[in-house]
Antibody, heavy 120, light 110 residues
Framework: QVQLQESGPGLVKPSQTLSLNCTVS??????????WTWIRQHPGKGLEWIGF???????YYNPSLKSRVSISVDTSENQFSLKLSSVTAADTAVYYC????????????WGQGTLVTVSS | QSALTQPPSVSGSPGQSVTISCTGT?????????VSWYQQSPGTAPKVMIY???NRPSGVPDRFSGSKSGNTASLTISGLQAEDEADYYC??????????FGGGTKLTVL
């Protein structure tokens, strides 16, 4: 059973970079056919796909966030990470890391989510 | 990319059937069968209920079914139970190789 766990600061100051890590257990981030993804949910709102990355280095991002976001996979640590630059209060949300089964583009496994608040 | 369109809310009585629609475009739902549905209860991470339009993962009751016609996908829950009350989201692969979610639908079991 694949498990994912987000980690990182729960509070980030405006204009700074939000950085989160996701530790994967029960499976390898190097396994072919799976994308490692970040999804966020603003308080009381719906899900927003941020982007996903493959272990080979390729990545795809939500066009609305593309200029500020970077997702990378660390095969040595079996982790992947999210960096979102120039954050504002509008980036306050619960951030989920998850695994996408590439063939069907389905989000199979989710982390529990971590709340990140942007505030001075 | 624009979010897929879902009704904000639907409701039904126990034992009844409800259908939630998810409308996209020819760049996502209309061109690919890579449509999934997720159930989210308060304070928890979403759980996949349907993938590839109509496939159920192991453990999901067969009361949940999915279909698609043109640019609109649908999730039908038959034999509604109190435990089905939750938020439901659809998602689709897009022609840009991205993923897009619907705005979500709150299901109330009366």
């Amino acid at each position: 059973q694949v498990q994912l766990q987000e980690s990182g600061p729960g509070l980030v100051k405006p204009s700074q970079t939000l950085s989160l890590n996701c530790t994967v257990s029960g499976g390898s981030v190097s396994r072919s056919g799976y994308y490692w993804t970040w999804i966020r949910q603003h308080p009381g709102k719906g899900l927003e796909w941020i982007g996903f990355a493959y272990f080979s280095g390729s990545a795809y991002y939500n066009p609305s966030l593309k200029s500020r976001v970077s997702i990378s996979v660390d095969t040595s640590e079996n982790q992947f990470s999210l960096k979102l630059s120039s954050v504002t209060a509008a980036d306050t949300a619960v951030y989920y890391c998850a695994r996408v089964w590439g063939t069907y583009r389905v989000v199979e496994y989710w982390g529990q989510g971590t709340l990140v608040t942007v505030s001075s | 990319q624009s979010a897929l369109t879902q009704p904000p809310s639907v409701s039904g009585s126990p034992g009844q059937s409800v259908t939630i629609s998810c409308t996209g475009t020819s760049s996502d739902v209309g061109s690919y069968d890579r449509v999934s549905w997720y159930q989210q209860s308060p304070g928890t991470a979403p759980k996949v209920m349907i993938y590839d339009v109509s496939n159920r993962p192991s453990g999901v009751p067969d009361r949940f079914s999915g279909s698609k016609s043109g640019n609109t996908a649908s999730l039908t829950i038959s034999g509604l139970q109190a435990e089905d009350e939750a938020d439901y989201y659809c998602s689709s692969h897009t022609s840009s190789s991205t993923l897009v979610f619907g705005g979500g639908t709150k299901l109330t079991v009366l």
